[in-house]
């Protein structure tokens, strides 16, 4: 088979200028409460566990430029990085930093034994360590399916469950023809790109929010440790 060759249009300065301007709308920005609720997420910084600080900025960067499915899928990301960091560091068990010994080697047990469990597991572990609840588990198992799952999976039939939309359709053999229909947007490839954007939109914002207070959480169990 022959090397196919992918061509791009040309760009000009004056092309990137306008997208840079059309990313940045500083108007919006200053003006939505959402905006400012995000520019304060991004300006918390965790401590024990910090290694979530340059996630989450980048989902608040995603967020303020109107990039909603990085959002969501970067944010799926964090939600497992959060928990599994949790168990990590909880089953530490307050371990610090130690002179005599190699740093890669302090939790390397703990990385070893959690590091690649899925998330149904983490999220089983921190509910038996403590870090989270009954309730919050249960609300993590619905997060998993309802965000993770789906868009890991790149699955539209199951991201866009009942999302519909009106058509109209014109007939190209009789133009006074016109018929009026309802369409699954999750089974129609041509309409599944703005059905994503649209359900990301509505969605991304308030999926950060619920990780980003989870995150809180957990650090601050993690610190009874450290106390």
Known sequence: MEEETIT??????????????????????LNDDKCLAIIAIK?????????????????CD????????????LTNFL????????????????????FNESLDQVFKNEIDNYDDKNMEQTI?????????????????????????????????KEILVGATTTITKLSSSNPNEIKVETVDISTFP?????GLSEYCKKHAFNYLVETFVYA????????????
């Open 124 to 156: 089983n572990k921190s509910k038996s360590l403590g870090l989270i609840t009954k309730e919050e588990a249960k609300e993590l198992k619905g997060i998993k399916e309802k965000y993770r799952n789906p868009f890991s999976h790149a699955s539209h």
């Open 79 to 98: 939600i497992e990085r959060v928990l599994k960091l949790g168990v990590i560091m909880r089953e530490g068990n307050g371990k610090s930093y130690n």
């Open 43 to 59: 300006k918390k910084n965790f401590d024990l566990m910090d290694s979530l600080n340059p996630i989450i900025h980048q989902v």
């Open 8 to 29: 791009l249009p040309a760009v000009t300065k004056d092309e990137v200028k306008k997208t840079i301007v059309e990313l940045v709308d500083t108007n919006r920005i």
């Open 62 to 73: 995603c967020l303020l430029v109107d990039a909603n499915i990085a959002a969501i899928t």
């Open 190 to 194: 041509l309409l599944q790109g703005f």
């Open 216 to 227: 809180c959480k957990i650090e601050e169990r993690l610190k009874r440790l450290y106390q």
